[in-house]
């Protein structure tokens, strides 16, 4: 019994085609939006390279990019198709490609919906990603005179300032790492040599952070340097000066930011994939309805269309048989003792016929 069988006159299939060629030029434009999204995502990573570990974090916005151009190429040719399914004539020449189309439109919807869902799913990768490259970005801060590195101070300067955060995790990190190059640090200072001489690796570790992580809007002077040191400040409590620098990770503002896009490309993404659904199912009714009016040979008459020829589980049976018996097509057959049709033959001599043969007298 075919699922969800709809009756269709001539008229409603006329105008199912002109909807439908529409329809697919719409969608034209909604795989252009899914290629512009892709990119605008793609180049928003470009900008935060540096800070980020080397992953599979573009394979998103490769994903969109691709599914875009696809979207645009089948569109087209759906539109063409519905164009000229409007005449039983001309569907005849469309009459053995709209089946393979429509699968491959379904196959293509589903590659919408992943590249939707992986929007969402990305946000581990991401992660992992920012706190790598946010971490060798910070060791790097001091390497100002070394080529590969020179650009990292302000890169990580305009981070923080853009993003109002400081350090990967928090503040903290720059209290674990030497960010003052050597070169601006005064060796026969004793407070210098000092704080060299306590650190096993020989750093120079002070509890101060870089301009950058300085809050504008804090009401006295940006405090750097002996953050956690009330005693050196006057008027100073450390647990209560939240303004004077900004006390979000850069880590954690940056994950916030692409997960906004992500999630604003995730829900885009994800109505596209439903119009493209229904334009796909559009299709199948108008591809039954045609075909139908074909085989009971009345072009003005009504038809027939429907979603599946059968029902849901002997379509899934039929599918799962065809898959199962396609490496089985050279092999030989043995099923309820059937041999090959080439094998074990009777040998018959057709193009014999009993002739009555004549002796031949001996010569004498």
Known sequence: MAVLKVKFTKTKRDKLAQILWILNWVSVVSGIILFSLGLFLKIEIKKRNEVMAKGDINSVPNMLISVGVIACIINFLGGKICYDCSDANKFSRWKLV???????????????????????????????????????????????????????????????????????N????????????????????????????????????????????????????????????????????????????????????????????????????????????????????LQTAMKNVLLLGDLEGESDGWLLENSFVETAKYNISVIKNLGKANQISTVSGMNDPNINVQNTDCDKTNITTKSIPAAR
Not at 222 to 241: G, K, V
Not at 246 to 260: I, Q, S
Request: glycine share 6%.
């Open 98 to 168: 709209m089946l393979p189309y429509i699968v491959c439109t379904f196959c293509f919807t589903f590659c919408i919906l992943l590249g939707a869902l992986m929007c969402y799913t990305m946000r581990n990768e991401l992660e992992e990603s920012l706190y790598l490259g946010l971490r060798d970005a910070i060791k790097f801060y001091k390497d100002t005179d070394i080529p590969g590195r020179c650009f990292l101070k302000k890169t990580v300067d305009l981070l923080q300032i853009g993003f109002r955060c400081c350090g990967n």
């Open 170 to 285: 928090g503040f903290r990190d720059w209290f674990e790492i030497q960010w003052v190059s050597p070169r601006y640090l005064n060796m026969a200072s004793k407070e210098v040599l000092d704080r060299l001489k306590s650190n096993v690796d020989g750093k120079f570790l002070v509890d101060g952070v870089p301009f950058s992580c300085c809050n504008p809007s804090s009401p006295r002077p940006c405090i750097q340097y002996q953050l956690t040191n009330n005693s050196a400040h006057y008027n100073y409590d450390f647990l209560t000066e939240e303004l004077n620098i900004w006390m979000k990770g850069c880590r954690e503002a940056l994950l916030d930011y692409y997960t906004g896009i992500m999630r604003s490309i995730g829900i885009a993404a994800l109505l596209i994939w439903l119009f493209e659904l229904s334009v796909l199912i559009g299709v199948r009714y």
